[in-house]
């Protein structure tokens, strides 16, 4: 039997990539995996700022629409790139065991946030990180930045800024995580919905590959990713929308936390909710509901505008 994988052809999705592999060939012994690399938008463009691009999907359209089309059996995603509506005979099949969620500071000397000198350059490419930043370090330049992991680094190693944030789950699976300088987490800096989890996309009426799937998803991934997710979807955010947000399941429960931002960072909106877990979906549902009725839509919406 044989199933190919779909995946970009950065670093960091490769490893993605035979990870999935591995789990596939221990479920399956008698699977054959076969990896083939997609160029994205995003891959065949990295100098424009994301935000330009006016659409979400940008890393991951091309790999799905392989998926679709035949041409593989399933696409690997880092979930946080991955649009809440899915494309119409698409399916998110399953997603594997949760990284490290937050975010990571890495300077040139290891300087951590609050020491870094005023007028700093901070290098980011994601609205949600830009607007966090601000709001803790107001005194700081933040500018956009682009490219797979290694390119951003080098960047920093060469002078181009003084300090640049990216995922930690990246960083690590990398063996990168001895250059980070600062772990940057909850409260101030909640993840962006899904990050640090791996998906997995297959097409709906595929019975075989769902069954596959579903022998290889972390279940408490899963329910941390269902909650994100509708708590996204609710608040009609993309994924670069200026929204941070923190599932937690543990046994037979989850809570769920979000902070939803203004660009400048200087207002936002916070909330909280729990339940047990087979109600993920509807808990961030209902998370997304009270944060827009104390004004969270509009901070997304003033966002997408600028």
């Not at 494309?87 to 099949?93: D, P, R």
């Not at 097409?203 to 991934?221: F, G, N």
Request: glycine share 12%.
């Amino acid at each position: 039997m044989k199933i190919v994988v779909a995946t970009r052809g950065s670093p960091l999705a490769l490893w993605q990539a035979r990870e999935a592999e591995r789990l596939l060939r221990a479920a399956r012994s008698d699977l054959e995996v076969a990896i083939s690399i997609v160029a994205s938008t995003g891959d065949r463009d990295d100098r424009t700022d994301l935000a330009s691009f006016g659409r979400t999907g940008l890393f991951t359209a091309e790999i799905d629409r392989a998926v679709l089309q035949g041409e593989a059996d399933l696409g690997v995603h880092s979930l946080k790139d991955m649009t809440t509506t899915l494309e119409a005979g698409l399916a998110l099949g399953g997603v594997l065991a949760r990284g490290p969620a937050e975010d990571a500071l890495l300077s040139r000397d290891g300087t951590k946030l609050a020491s870094l000198p005023p007028g700093s350059r901070v290098a980011t490419g994601s609205a949600r990180r830009t607007a966090m930043l601000r709001r803790a370090r107001p005194d700081l330049e933040v500018v956009a930045i682009r490219g797979n992991v290694d390119t951003r680094v080098a960047k920093l190693l060469r002078g181009d800024v003084d300090a640049l944030v990216l995922a930690r789950a990246g960083l690590e699976r990398l063996g990168l995580g001895a250059k980070i300088a600062e772990t940057l987490g909850p409260p101030e800096f909640l993840p962006a919905v899904g990050q640090g989890i791996v998906g997995l996309t297959c097409r709906a009426s595929d019975e075989r590959t769902a069954r596959i799937l579903a022998a290889i998803t972390d279940r408490e991934a899963w329910a941390e990713a269902q909650a994100e997710r509708a708590l996204l979807k609710g608040l009609r955010g993309g994924c670069n929308a200026p929204v941070g947000s923190r599932a937690r399941a543990v046994e037979n429960g989850i809570s769920i936390r979000a902070d939803v931002l203004s660009t400048d960072g200087s207002r936002s909106v916070v909330g909280e909710r729990s339940g047990p877990i087979e109600k993920a979906g509807s808990i961030g549902e209902e998370l997304a509901a009270d944060l827009v009725s104390r004004g969270a839509a509009a901070l997304i919406e003033a966002a997408r505008a600028g």
